[in-house]
């Protein structure tokens, strides 16, 4: 039987899909569950929204309105392309700063130079779950007078300092998009804040109001993706172009809205889930961190020792990009979903020169790192002989001895999709 695993993905049983198929014919009040997130993650105040981008979005609106002349967002060299993308959105201009290659984290010096009295806020990364310093951002940001946003799309239960990652800064947001850490549909942003949860909450209002139609569709949706996140079958969507699953794109014109009354209906058996699920990531994590000690061809990234992290994705760097693209191939040839994560660093994005403030446009570090890194799944539908057989391809790399067994050969799962996209047309999909 065909099996590809995933690259990421948080499963969900039927019990979940049924509180939210009951939630289509209920009253709930979204803002109840909303409440409950806030006192989960210790803020005083949550907000829904229709994506993380979105919850991005507005935050940069809101701290524009209350700094209207302060106009330059800093952000990571290295991150998600939603980023800057929200940024051009919002109107503004952004500043990139160098990263950390040894855990993601910016590079302070480079940082402090950086920041002055046009700085807006600073945008945190916390790229798969690894947190940054969160503490010495803060403190850095104070000093020219900036708003720090936590970005935790991807770092939902990773903690530092004894904190959960989102709830740092001036505000913070969450993605409950597709293979992050909560899945479902929707954006959550907190602060601690009530000055700013009162800015926050008039910017919300201008938002467009999520329909009955959302809520089915969003349904349809985590209907679809509990069945073809499953290995045996995740092959069928991810050969349908149109879903564009590990594609990244600089994309400023995305829709905003609020969030559907579904999305916050099933936050609870989520929250729920969630440790054990991040303790299952860390379990297999560690087993593949085990694997990679001595190998001289990759290298793991290292979490400072106050992170404790929630990997979303397990980061390896490998020793050239031709490393990197060779073992990607063994591993796409065994039915594993490691991806190359971004593209490139931001700066390399055609185009984004004019959305820019600063003559250092180019980040050496970022651009090499995103020439060399990939991520390996850990979710929980990965199984022992997945770890196993990750480590082998692992190792085999260092020496080039040639193709690992495989659990489903080129041609199959080529035929296969070939075979899948001909039916689909013939019944009118494609």
Not at 31 to 43: E, M, N, T, Y
């Amino acid at each position: 039987m065909l099996r590809f695993l995933p690259p990421a993905g948080t499963p969900f049983d039927s019990r979940l899909l049924a509180t939210a198929f009951k939630s289509l014919f209920t009253a709930q009040k979204s803002a109840c569950s909303l409440a409950s997130f806030a006192a989960h993650v210790r803020v005083r105040h949550a907000f829904g929204v229709s994506s993380g981008r979105c919850a991005l979005w507005v935050l940069l609106r809101t701290l524009h309105e209350l700094l209207p002349e302060r106009s330059v967002v800093v952000l990571p060299a290295y991150t998600c392309f939603s980023v800057p993308a929200s940024v051009v959105r919002a109107g503004l201009k952004f500043r990139l700063v160098e990263i950390n290659s040894e855990n993601l984290d910016f590079d302070y010096p480079q940082l402090e130079r950086s920041l002055g009295n046009d700085v807006l806020c600073v945008i945190s990364s916390n790229l798969f779950g690894i947190v940054n310093d969160m503490c010495r951002l803060q403190g850095l940001a104070r000093t020219c007078g900036a708003f720090v946003i936590d970005d935790a799309a991807q770092s939902f239960g990773a903690v530092r300092h004894g904190r959960m990652s989102g709830t740092f800064g001036d505000v913070g947001f969450y993605s409950l998009g597709r293979g992050k850490p909560l899945a479902g549909e929707g954006g959550i942003i907190v602060t601690a804040s009530d000055q700013l949860a009162g800015a926050i909450q008039n910017e919300l209002a201008r938002l467009p109001v999520a329909s009955r139609k959302d809520d089915v569709l969003l349904f349809s949706r985590l209907a679809a993706s509990m069945l073809f996140l499953n290995p045996q079958l995740y092959w069928i969507a991810n050969s349908l172009p149109f879903l564009k699953l590990g594609v990244t794109e600089f994309a400023p014109s995305f829709p905003v809205g609020g969030i559907t009354h579904l999305a916050p209906a099933i936050l609870t058996p989520l929250l729920q889930s969630t440790p054990r699920i991040n303790q299952i990531r860390l379990r297999n994590a560690s087993f593949l961190l085990q694997a990679l000690k001595g190998n001289s061809m990759f290298r793991a990234l290292r979490p400072d020792p106050d992170c404790q992290p929630s990997y979303l994705r397990l980061p390896v760097v490998a020793a050239s990009s031709a490393v990197r693209n060779h073992v990607l191939r063994e591993f796409h040839r065994a039915g594993i979903g490691a991806t190359p994560f971004y593209p490139s660093a931001i700066c390399d994005i055609e185009g984004i020169q004019r959305y820019t403030v600063g003559t250092h446009l180019h980040h050496l570090s970022a651009e090499n790192l995103s020439q060399r890194l990939l991520t390996l799944p850990v979710h929980p539908l990965v199984q022992k002989r997945d770890l196993e057989l990750m480590a082998e391809i692992l190792d085999s790399s260092q020496g080039n001895k040639g193709p690992c067994r495989s659990l489903v050969t080129v041609n199959e799962l080529q035929g296969a999709r070939k075979a899948f996209r001909t039916s689909c047309r013939l019944v009118g999909f494609l």
